[in-house]
């Protein structure tokens, strides 16, 4: 009679044995996923760096160069502003175009809505400026179409439906 007794203690520390063989592998998994948090995010710094420097170099390049840029509705329209304005306008676009690859970047989830929020407010008070606005009004053709109309349009008229 002393072998079911036994039995029993072999069953419970099995089992004690299962349930400490699964919360060692759940510790685990809580630290892989802490370890591809970080990861992931350290790698969608380093993409919106790279964006970052990759967008001043072109603004830097244009802003020497205005020769360079290809012709356009848009150019044409920064093109017919005095010499004093076009490094301005320049500047503008180079604000619209980093907001809208942020605006990529949180479609595709590797930007988090605070983070988005926050660009998306940045680009909300530059619509306070009427030769920004007058920028982007000009700019849509440029610019993704889901862009447009998530973002600038519906800021454009936000800005000009808010009384002054």
Same mark, same amino acid.
């Given at each position: 009679?002393?072998?079911?007794? *036994?039995?029993s203690l072999?069953?419970l520390a ?37 964006? *970052? ?5 072109? *603004?830097?390049?244009?802003?020497? =160069? ?7 509705? =848009? ?5 017919s502003k ?49 030769? *920004? ?32």
């Amino acid at each position: 009679m002393v072998l079911p007794e *036994f039995t029993s203690l072999i069953l419970l520390a099995t089992l004690i044995t299962y349930i400490a063989i699964f919360w060692v592998m759940v510790q685990q998994r809580k630290v892989m996923i802490e370890q591809l948090n970080v990861f992931t995010k350290s790698l969608q710094i380093g993409i919106q760096t790279q964006l *970052f420097t990759s967008y001043a170099s072109i *603004f830097m390049t244009l802003v020497k =160069h205005p020769d360079l840029q290809e012709v356009n509705k =848009h150019d044409e329209f920064i093109m017919s502003k005095p010499v004093a304005e076009r490094t301005r306008y320049v500047f503008y676009d180079l604000i619209i175009a980093i907001n809208e690859v942020l605006y990529v970047l949180y479609r595709n989830t590797l930007a988090d809505e605070k983070e988005w929020r926050a660009w998306k407010e940045w680009l909300r008070y530059w619509m306070g400026n009427d030769e *920004f606005r007058e920028v982007v009004k000009n700019s849509y053709d440029m610019y993704r179409e889901d862009y447009v109309e998530d973002v600038l349009k519906r800021l454009v008229a936000e800005v000009q439906d808010k009384p002054k």
